[in-house]
């Protein structure tokens, strides 16, 4: 499956099955030896009362992640449509970040309630000694804001976004210390107090297409900082998020497509 261009395989594993194994997961995510993807995704009987199922997050280099936007849209269309579920009626996902609520918006289409955007420096993790009020850090010759979506996120604010240097920097920021749990690291360039465009150089996975997470730290980090408004179009190589935070206290809520590529089986 895929969200805006951010490419899954999705794991069947309800019924107690094992998850993967690091070695297999990498295998998986390998475009030229396996089937390739960005994220491996399992989905798992409920855990939690009141959701229809659960999941968990492999990078394709097999490190474990805690949090996918693209991939939480990819869960729900796949359980919607394996449960059956009531056509445009919301329903509840529980994720290593926490619980999701699911809102159906036809045609492919989802929005998802990702939680609230926390910038405390313990929660990112930020491995400094920085007062919490300090959201925006120097990093060599630019300045970064800190926020933890269930995983972490550095972003940037850039001139052009498709100018960046997304490599180099991302490759120095997640081997900083200042980030003991790497970093997935947002390229935003502001276009309107309502529209952004984005690139995202993932942990794990390198930059991918699209990084639903990644949007909403970009949203929720430049509104901190006033240069957005609350509901903002986040433009994507892979395509356009629909990124809405009504409040601080309150989840930010992430809306796009999903799309199912193909299925099969695979013997380990």
């Not at 968990?56 to 359980?79: K, L, P, T, Y």
């Amino acid at each position: 499956m895929h969200g805006a261009g951010n490419d899954f395989v999705m794991l069947d594993l309800r019924g107690g099955a094992e998850p993967p194994s690091r070695a297999v997961t990498q295998k998986l995510g390998d475009r030229h030896f396996g089937v390739g993807c960005d994220q491996i995704i399992s989905i798992e009987d409920p855990v939690e009362p009141g959701t229809v199922a659960s999941y968990r997050i492999w990078n394709s280099d097999g490190s474990i992640a805690g949090q996918c936007g693209n991939g939480a849209r990819c869960v729900a269309a796949w359980v919607e449509r394996e449960l059956q579920l009531p056509a445009g009626e919301p329903f509840v996902l529980s994720s290593p970040a926490g619980l999701h609520e699911v809102l159906p918006l036809g045609k492919g289409y989802y929005q998802v309630a990702m939680g609230v955007p926390s910038f405390d420096p313990r929660q990112v993790p930020l491995g400094a000694q920085i007062e919490h009020e300090a959201l925006t850090y120097p990093f060599r010759d630019f300045e970064f804001s800190a926020v933890s979506m269930g995983n972490p996120h550095a972003v940037i604010v850039v001139p052009e976004a498709f100018m960046a240097d997304v490599m180099e920097v991302g490759d120095a920021m997640q081997m900083s210390p200042l980030f003991p749990q790497s970093v997935n690291v947002g390229f935003a360039q502001v276009v309107s107090r309502n529209e952004l465009y984005l690139r995202v150089y993932e942990r794990g996975a390198g930059e991918t297409l699209a990084c639903g997470s990644g949007a909403c730290a970009a949203v929720a980090a430049l509104v901190r900082r006033d240069m957005l408004d609350r509901k903002v179009s986040v433009a994507l190589p892979g395509g356009r998020l629909q990124i809405e935070w009504p409040a601080d206290d309150q989840p930010i809520r992430m809306s796009g497509p999903t799309a199912f590529v193909f299925q099969g089986e695979l013997i380990v």
